[in-house]
């Protein structure tokens, strides 16, 4: 499986500021999306990162707030804008080798982000 | 509408017996279901998956039960260890646009292991 990494693992943070989370994957692979895990909840999928173009974004999540990018095949960055307490969660970024999901994704260690 | 849902929130279990866990979900085209474990500070770790044109996959110490029938899924620990200790979560894979698909999670089941 691919070795994933995130930055920050975590990072407090002041309502109105932004913060741009990065995940770098030792490997080449196909599909990239980013996760919000609230705390104490299960994961919901933000987006899917694609290289070269717009991320896909899921229903009730948008790019303003949520801006991506995918410049390459091995990172991805995800950016909370104008943050408030609302967003403290955990941001996870997977990633997964088949278009049609029908194979496992690998999960980062997540960025834990506290809006105060 | 599409929905993935765990039955028990949490599961209590003694050192050394079985653990099953559930989940239920609601899209009859999903075609492919994976389990993950979370522990406390890191991301969910890939624990075992199953097709739809299967009705049971066995790894080490796990196996995961697919009933299409009911929409059911399982995931069964034997001889459960401190070390299991953690959220489970279910996943299905819902098919999007573009032939594209993507992981629907459950709510989770947090196990606990007693000594």
């Known amino acids: 499986s691919a070795v994933i990494s995130q930055k920050p693992s975590r990072d407090i943070c002041q309502r109105g500021t932004s913060l741009t989370i990065q995940c770098q994957v030792d490997?080449?692979?196909?599909?990239m999306f980013w996760y919000r895990q609230q705390p104490g909840q299960s994961l919901t999928l933000i987006a899917t990162?694609?290289?070269?173009?717009?991320?896909?974004?899921e229903s009730g999540f948008v790019i303003d707030k949520f801006p991506i990018s995918r410049p390459n095949l091995t990172f991805s960055t995800l950016t909370v804008s104008n943050m408030s307490p609302e967003d403290s969660s955990i941001y996870l970024c997977?990633?997964?080798?088949?278009?049609?999901?029908?194979?496992?994704?690998?999960f980062g260690p997540g960025t834990r982000l506290l809006v105060l | 509408g599409e929905s993935v849902g765990l039955h028990l929130p949490t599961l209590s279990v003694q050192e050394g017996d079985n653990s099953i866990i559930n989940c239920a979900y609601s899209n009859s085209a999903s075609d492919y279901f994976i389990w993950y474990k979370q522990e406390s500070g890191k991301g969910p770790q890939f624990i075992i998956d199953i097709r739809s044109n299967m009705d049971k996959r066995q790894g080490q110490r796990v196996t995961v039960l697919l009933n299409k029938t009911v929409k059911h899924l399982s995931l069964q620990i034997a001889a459960t260890q401190p070390g299991d200790s953690a959220v489970y979560f279910c996943?299905?894979?819902?098919?999007?646009?573009?032939?594209?698909?993507?992981?629907?999670f459950g709510q989770g089941t947090t196990l606990q292991v007693k000594p």
């Open positions: 997977s990633v997964g080798n088949d278009k049609r999901g029908r194979e496992t994704q690998y």
């Open positions: 990162a694609n290289q070269g173009s717009e991320a896909t974004y």
């Open positions: 996943a299905e894979n819902i098919k999007g646009s573009s032939n594209t698909g993507k992981l629907i």
């Open positions: 490997s080449q692979v196909t599909m």
